[in-house]
């Protein structure tokens, strides 16, 4: 049985800041703040550890839906990370892409987004996506009004439909399915995280909670792996 074993893509559910910080009776927004801290963290372990894409979910679609003063402390953890890590993402090649509903972000934050795409798009050391008021169904959604519109516009016939154009239409088209995904703090959800993209991807749960997942176990994670066989669904 041939092996596939080489990991080029690790998506990440961040959770557990809220527990992380309710453990030392502080506010559930320090926790997110030690998380942000902890994304700089694990990107530049990636870096070491050969894997060229890293997929982080840093706020999903339902997250709308928690407090005004917890969806505000995330929206200014999220500009400052914005403006402080841009100068460490272009000396360390990175390249950074966004994915989800941008619409319904600040119109400051949608502008700083897309400076830093544009400007870090040719960078090859790591890609570092960062799925932003991103929900999988939502996304299925749009691929699948994109599609239909071309059909009706007579772009396409429905012939040409593939799994093949679905990628293509999904926000993640310019990259590879997840190899591996990890989700902290000891939940066993999906979340409404890549449904699509997770197909055949190798799933890892940790109990540890976000700001303290290290360096050490994302590598002992990736060394898992490697003594995972992947079959795809053959023998
Ligand atoms: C889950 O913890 C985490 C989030 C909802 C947000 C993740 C955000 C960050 C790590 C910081 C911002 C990111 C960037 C890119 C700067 P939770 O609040 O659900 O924790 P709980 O389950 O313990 O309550």
Known sequence: MEKDNLCKHIAIIMDGNGRWAKKRSMPRTYGHKKGAENVVNITRAMKDSGVEFLTLYAFSTENWQRSEEEVNAL????????????????????????????????????????????????????TLCVALSYGSRQEIVNTVKNIAKNVKEGAIGIEDISIDLINKNLYTRDIPDPDILIRTSGEQRISNYLLWQLAYTELFFTKTYWPDFGKDELLDIIQQFNNRERRYGKN
């Not at 619409?103 to 400051?108: A, F, H, I, R």
């Open 75 to 126: 929206m200014n953890l999220l500009n400052e990370y914005l403006d402080k890590e841009f100068k460490e993402i272009m000396d360390n090649d990175v390249r950074i892409i966004f994915i989800g509903e941008r619409d319904m972000l600040d119109k400051n934050i949608q502008k700083k987004m897309a400076y830093i795409e544009k400007e870090s798009n040719n960078n090859t050391s790591l």
